[in-house]
């Protein structure tokens, strides 16, 4: 089993839609949980980090943390045809706070 | 606070060089750490390092190395190239008022050929 899963996509929604990313982890452990982005060709940025169980809200983006179900999620209200990139999923495994890493969801916001 | 710097941006070798990367992570992280990133293969880990040590090692060959300094700069060499080494290899440095947050430099594109 992976560490992290998230569906690789393409998830394709219309301008102004919701989009829902989410993402699967298995170290009941994990403390720490981020989402990236990285557009084609560009290095991963921060979007949010949550740390809580609970949800998260930053501009349009929200992060909600689930610990039992071992989920975390993002979602991006009133999509941009500039949101359309690779979101990453990231948490703090083990004891040697190693960041471990999903493949990414590849979102396409259409016009 | 200037970001993340890695040089060089771009670089072009052929099989059997060997070639050495640096990063400048944020003042006043000390750690960096070192990945490498190829088309469908998502971010793979390469190594951590903190404080001059290293903290953390991902499941590369041993022609994969890399060393901090005292400034918490870092290099990360490959030797003996192959081609399934063309990748972007980025770096990222978290610490100080970040916290457990990483954040990337632009990337070294590296092309073996």
């Known amino acids: 089993q992976k560490e992290v899963e998230q569906n690789s996509g393409p998830l394709s929604v219309p301008e102004g839609a919701i989009a829902s990313l989410n993402c699967t982890y298995s170290?009941?452990?994990?403390?720490?949980f981020f989402w990236y982005r990285q557009y084609s060709g560009k290095s991963p940025e921060l979007i949010m980090s949550?740390?809580s169980n609970g949800d998260k809200e930053d501009g349009r983006f929200t992060a909600q943390l689930n610990k039992a179900s071992q989920y975390v999620s993002l979602l991006i209200r009133d999509s941009q045809p500039s949101d359309s990139a690779t979101y990453l999923c990231?948490?703090?495994?083990?004891?040697?706070?190693?960041?471990?890493w999903g493949l990414g969801t590849s979102l396409a916001v259409n016009p | 606070k200037a970001g993340v710097t890695q040089t060089p941006r771009y670089l072009i070798k052929t099989r059997g060089q060997q070639v050495t990367l640096s990063c400048s992570p944020i003042?006043?992280?000390?750690?960096v750490s070192w990945y490498q990133q190829t088309p469908g293969q998502g971010l793979q880990f390469l190594f951590e390092?903190?404080?001059?040590?290293?903290?953390n090692k991902g499941n590369f060959p041993g022609r994969f190395s890399g060393r901090q300094f005292s400034n918490s700069r870092s290099e990360m060499n490959v030797s003996t190239l192959e081609l399934g080494d063309s990748a972007l290899y980025l770096c990222?440095?978290?610490?100080?008022?970040?916290?457990?947050?990483?954040?990337f430099g632009p990337g070294t594109r590296l092309l073996v050929l």
């Open positions: 990222a440095s978290r610490g100080g008022t970040g916290g457990e947050t990483q954040y």
């Open positions: 003042s006043g992280h000390r750690s």
């Open positions: 390092y903190f404080s001059e040590t290293q903290r």
């Open positions: 170290d009941r452990g994990s403390q720490s």
């Open positions: 949550i740390y």
């Open positions: 990231a948490h703090h495994a083990g004891n040697n706070r190693k960041l471990i």
